[in-house]
């Protein structure tokens, strides 16, 4: 078995009398995409953005290629990179001007042509002189996507990036997502509400509720322990209640 | 300090500037305003006064251009950090391989740039208009100009920690924290005019002694070094301070999450 790239174990984040995250622990291993799922509020992106060292956990450890995150952060991040839904890259630069700017950041070899392989990666090639202002949510959220491929990274974190993309484009996202982890070797931790991306995407999937872990599993895996036909009737099982040990509506028929 | 890194966040603030030249009119505007009021007040003075008012008003002027060198480089450590909050960037800076001190180090060069704009066009445009040559300060100024700078940079950590922790309500302390220390920092009127107790506000603030300095140099052509010493190392302290409150406020930022509800705002 490849060994973990992301280890994380106890995570705890408390905001005041709220717990966000409740002492979850998973592992990725190489080149493994993990779907992190959850309704709104169930901790994902607090998860998420422990692991990029911009909230600290109040417990619990993580690891990213066998180094504690704090104290190698920068180390650590140089070899990561993610995207969110929630940021934007600055509206008043033109693409390729972002993308140099991160380039640069992340000390990207060779960085006018990785500048070109991504944006022709994300099919946003023809967008390179555009003020990112002037995107379209979709082509933003591909710009988005394609800052946190420039530097080849082993992690990379996905919050909801399908979030504003039409099924097209998502689909066509969903395939890099793939292609990067199968030709780059990438290890992916993967968020979304969008059960396709999700059973199409991820290797394993963990289902988050009120900020804990509740199941673990593969997609088939899952969709037996829950006893459902689809991801979407879990996810919205366990959005409603967070049953996890076995289907109340089957076990009245028997 | 990583070079590189410091490198690209001033490249962003360029091509913020060189894509959206409206935002020079901030830069040169005010500090325009500021010379023309004060300049034609010195001239009307110089004209109408007895001749017991000394004779040296132009100091007035010269307070503009180093009061102005002293806010640019505040303003280029505070709106630094607001141009991300702004664009939503934050979180694609902080969750990139960034330290604290590759994020400061740009945010002064940037001050720096920002106060050389402003200083050559007030300098220019004062000795135009009303005949004052900054460069009668001769080697004097490079140490006052080193001292605004550094004063700036360590309001502009302090604003920056404030803005961090209050959220973006507070924004408007990125302007308004060096006219806190305006009135007692003697810009325009020497230390001696303040109620006592306000003289020892004054002497706690290093830019105090600055504008002391530059009125007598501009009287006596002499230099106070002793003055100027004691400005530098209050001036060291002030930014090890800053220094401090910055990183102590962005852990804090961290624990809290603060730095995800800037980009959720």
Redesign the interface.
């Known amino acids: 078995m490849e060994p973990s790239v992301l280890q994380v174990s106890g995570l705890t984040?408390t905001?005041g009398n709220v717990t966000s995250v409740n002492g979850i622990s998973f592992e990725i291993a190489k080149g493994e995409i993990l779907g992190l799922l959850g309704a709104n509020g169930a901790g994902k992106?607090?998860a998420i953005?422990m692991v990029?060292?911009?909230?600290?956990p109040t417990e619990g450890r993580i690891e990213v290629f066998g180094k504690e995150l704090m104290s190698s952060r920068?180390?650590i991040?140089?070899r990561m990179n993610?995207c969110?839904t929630?940021?934007?890259?600055?509206?008043?630069?033109?693409v390729w001007?972002n993308l140099?700017?991160?380039g640069?950041?992340?000390?990207v070899k060779d960085l006018k042509r990785r500048i070109d392989e991504v944006l022709e990666m994300l099919e946003i090639a023809h967008l390179k002189n555009r003020?990112s202002g002037e995107l379209s949510a979709g082509e933003g959220t591909r710009l988005n996507l394609c800052?946190a491929l420039l530097n080849r990274p082993e992690l990379l974190l996905l919050d909801e990036p399908t979030a504003s993309l039409d099924p097209d484009i998502a689909d066509k996202v969903r395939k890099v997502v793939k292609r990067i982890r199968d030709e780059e070797g990438a290890t992916i931790l993967y968020t979304s509400h969008n059960m396709r991306d999700v059973e199409e995407v991820c290797d394993r999937v963990a289902f988050m509720h009120k900020g804990k872990i509740l199941y673990t599993g593969t997609a088939e895996e899952t969709l037996h322990h829950f006893e459902e036909k689809s991801l979407e009737d879990v996810f919205i099982r366990v959005a409603r209640g967070g049953e996890i040990k076995s289907n109340p509506a089957k076990e009245e028929k028997s | 300090m990583n070079f590189s890194t410091v490198r690209a966040l001033v490249l962003r603030y360029l091509y913020l500037y060189t894509r959206t030249p409206i935002r020079m009119v901030e830069l040169l505007f005010w500090p325009l305003v500021h010379l023309l009021v004060w300049g034609y007040l010195t001239q009307f003075l110089q004209q109408n006064v007895g001749d017991d008012f000394p004779h040296e008003i132009t100091f007035l002027i010269g307070a503009v251009i180093l009061w102005d060198i002293l806010f640019r480089a505040q303003q280029g450590v505070a709106i630094f950090f607001l141009e991300d909050v702004w664009s939503r960037n934050l979180l694609n800076i902080f969750a990139a391989p960034v330290t604290n001190a590759d994020y400061l180090g740009s945010t002064y060069v940037v001050g720096m740039m920002r106060a050389t704009v402003t200083t050559v066009m007030l300098a220019v445009l004062s000795m135009l208009l009303y005949s004052f040559n900054v460069l009668s300060m001769s080697w004097a100024l490079l140490p006052f100009v080193f001292n605004l700078l550094i004063f700036g940079w360590a309001l502009g950590m302090v604003s920056t920690a404030l803005i961090v922790r209050w959220g973006p309500a507070a924004e408007s302390l990125a302007w308004a924290v060096p006219f806190f220390i305006q009135p007692f920092a003697a810009v325009y009127y020497p230390v001696e005019y303040l109620p006592t107790a306000l003289q020892w506000v004054a002497k706690a603030l290093p830019c105090s002694y600055i504008f002391e300095g530059m009125r007598d140099v501009l009287k006596t052509g002499e230099v106070n070094w002793g003055e100027l010493g004691l400005a530098t190392g209050l001036n060291f302290i002030y930014l090890a301070f800053a220094g401090v409150l910055f990183v102590r406020v962005m852990n804090t930022a961290r624990e809290k999450g603060l730095l995800t509800k800037f980009s959720s705002q």
């Open positions: 984040k905001f992106t607090t953005n990029l060292g911009i909230v600290t920068i180390e991040l140089r993610f969110s929630y940021t934007q890259l600055p509206g008043n630069l033109r001007q140099k700017i991160f640069q950041i992340y000390r003020v800052k």
